[in-house]
């Protein structure tokens, strides 16, 4: 009796072994794409679907004839981040009220194509950004107090493929630059129609993550990635 009650106990100690070791290396990346909707968002939702991998897309109201892919974005389980409506760093950083006013305004637009409101934010250039420190004094560390009292989760990123650089990358050279081997890894990219090279380098970005065994996730209340605030 002992005997068997000793084997048994060895078998379920071996059985949670792997689940305890996998919980210690499981590895996340999380796809996200700022500036779109644009021409190009099918083509990326396409690739997205191809993979059965979920992305979180930051939007804008630069091209309000691409307005209804958000709808499409909604509809096929990605999650939606606003991104400010103008994308106009004097405008959003002249103050606390003015970023707030513009964030409002695409707001309306996500609920409008989806019927719901989004509590995920990314700052235009980053947390971290230097330009908003020439448009309101502290103006980052107030925004970023104002999005956690207002309940926004606001994100950052901790890879990106270099796609806003301003000098052109081949779709290999920006695959290799979002290709790191970190634990977590939240991947900046840019969904607009000059990005024809992040879409074509979105496959290789994926597979490379895939062959690693990467969970791939969307951003949600939970997730953390956020850099200090510049200013």
Not at 181 to 190: A, D, F, G, Q, R
Request: charged share 20%; aromatic share 10%; hydrophobic share 35%.
């Amino acid at each position: 009796m002992m005997k068997k009650m000793m084997i048994s106990a060895m078998a379920t100690m071996m059985l949670m072994a792997p689940q305890t070791a996998l919980a210690k290396t499981q590895k996340t990346v999380y796809l996200t794409f700022d500036d779109g909707p644009s021409r190009n968002t099918l083509k990326v939702l396409n690739i997205l679907d191809k993979n059965h991998v979920k992305g979180t897309f930051f939007v804008t109201g630069q091209q309000p004839q691409c307005f209804p892919y958000i709808k499409m974005m909604a509809q096929k389980g990605h999650a939606i981040g606003l991104h400010t409506y103008s994308h106009n760093y004097a405008k959003v950083y002249a103050s606390v009220n003015a970023f707030n006013k513009d964030l409002d305004q695409i707001q309306k637009v996500v609920v409008k194509e989806t019927g719901h409101q989004s509590k995920l934010v990314r700052f235009p250039g980053g947390t971290n950004n230097t330009v908003s420190r020439h448009y309101g004094y502290k103006v980052m560390t107030k925004l970023t107090r104002s999005m956690n009292a207002q309940g926004y989760n606001y994100i950052d990123w901790n890879v990106e493929t270099g796609d806003a650089t301003g000098r052109p990358l081949s779709p290999t050279q920006l695959a290799k630059n979002a290709c790191v081997p970190m634990k977590n890894v939240v991947i900046l990219m840019h969904d607009t129609s000059a990005k024809d090279n992040t879409v074509k380098a979105l496959p290789m970005i994926i597979q490379y993550y895939k062959d690693r065994g990467y969970t791939f996730k969307k951003v949600n209340a939970n997730t953390r990635c956020r850099f200090k605030p510049a200013n």
